[in-house]
């Protein structure tokens, strides 16, 4: 699914924040940008919402050079979560290279996360992606509100399929790093063996996940 | 399914400067910097080469070498770098980003009119506006790329699903127009097994009736025809004997027995007598022939398939026939040929055969002529019925074979003739052809398949 351009020495990612509506998606990429350091950090682009609800989508981009000259860039996009913007979210999954899933904890919100999640596997089977081979994270969001799955039964439940899990509070940035990181790493690993990123390119796992992850130092501080 | 739902149109195509601006965005900006005092206000790519300039400098095709130097510097920061040359010219430069990727450099430089802080200032407004241009064109871009991309989806999803619905409505469609008609066949195929039923039920009933009548005649029929012949001798004894009696002379009452013999009209009676019992004898004759010929055609005793010659069933039919045949003052004409046996039931061959004829004896009121031919064609019995009547008019000629379709007046003809004839035909494997042309007549062709004595047990 990467774009990559020879002439132009260049690779394009694309990571998509999937889950239901109101998890958090479009949080989580806020935080990002407020997080991380804004060297190979684009602006968070917001396309129109309609009462703060994402309708088309929202983007992240990064933007680096791997020792080599390889110009690298990373989308990272926020699906609409409802239900009625299916379309939205069909052509925004198209060609991901990695996928992040918000849920969320709350106990009532349960059968919306399988609702969504559901929907994610019917989605990359009509857009012709591999749920088994393509990077996969799941976070549980919203941890620091009452009446929430125990952490115990979300491990429970995922631990078998072998997907990574997170919990985190995006709205106070907990566990956003945590999950966006892991999701870097899996898709390092995805197309590490396709592109030999580390021979020909001489860019370690740890070397792309620290660009895409680099902490606000100024921020870290305070 | 699959292959029409994926989208090759991705979102996010990348960009460069010259696929985000035209003229029309850039130019008025740099028009009103360079009215405010400076010199030169550029839009250059990622290499420092123009792509829009306004100014005092119109030669001018890419960045001053200075700045050129600098823009590896400026591509690190995401502030503006500030310049002066030699000369005494001041510049600016900022990087233009998309998508945190530096696309473009935005240039400004001024030798005088302006001083370091309004050009400064100036720059950053400019700056500032440059990007919401640019921002404001992306968005635009992205929200029409979404827009498009979901329109084309959901209209090919809309084209696949009216293919689908399409095609099932064939389908059933289809279906249906078969449905009805299997229905219409099924319930033709009915309406002929019911009346073959009935007939064949009508037939039975009427051949045991002619069975038993048959059976109860017989006997009878038998005494009388036995006993005659016994009367015969006896009558020819008494009239030895009687005269014996009139040739003697010498009897007492001689003249008495001569009025007696007169008036007894005894003479008459021995010229009439023998003539008289011949008559009877005949008459026994002949009604021991129709009883025959009544358990011949009724079969009452055979109802399986047996071999049979058609030439012989066809004159059992026409015997049976024989009263109609003569009230109908027709003439039968027989050219039968050889035919090998057939191996069916004689009952129904006698009746398809009976009911073609009575069609035949009133296809027309007088001069009625029937030719009956018979023949072996390859594995084939073919036999014909050809009349002289008045014809079948090409209209109906395919359904006179319908059940209950008659061209007799109502209560004259039951329309179910023809129809049993043939479907007894069909039942051996056989078909009945028609040629008729009408004011000369018609001509059944009855064609049995000749399977032999094997075959026929198997069918």
Redesign the interface.
Known sequence: MIEYDEIENKMVLKLVYYGPAMSGKTTNLLRLHDILNIEGRGDLMTLDTKDDRTIFFDLLPFFFTAPSGLKIKVKVYTVPGQVRHDATRKAVLTRADGIAFIADSQISESANNVESFENLEKNLALVGINIEKIPLVIQFNKRDLKDIVSEDEIHRTWEPTGIPVFMASALYGQGVIETFKRLVELTYDYIDTRYSLKEKHMLSKEMFAGNLTKVNTELAGQ | M?QT???D????A?MGLKDILSAPDVIPLLKVIAGAGADLAAVTDNKGKFLWSEGNIPDAKELPLQAMKAIAEVD?K?TILEGASQEGIIWRLAAI?????TIGFFFVSSSGTLNGQMLSSLMETAFTGLNIII?NI??RV??TE?HT??VK??YEELLEINKNLTASEKKYKELSETLEQKVLKRTEELKRAYTRLLQQEKMASIGQLAAGVAHEINNPIGFIYSNLNTLEKYVKNFTEMLEFYKRQEAIDNRQEADELYKKLKIDFIMSDINDLIKQSVDGAERIKNIVANLKGFSHIDESADREMSINAELDNTISVLSNEIKNRSAKIIRHYGQAADFFGNPGLICQAFLNILLNALYSKDDNIIVTIKTEQQGNNAVISIADNGKGIPQEIQSRIFEPFFTTKDVGKGTGMGLTVAYDIISQYGGNIEVKSEVGKGSNFIITLPLKGKLNGKIR
């Open positions: 699959e739902d994926r989208i149109f991705s979102l996010g990348e690190s995401k980003r998309y998508e945190a990727e921002r992306v968005k992205f929200t979404l991309t979901v989806r959901s």
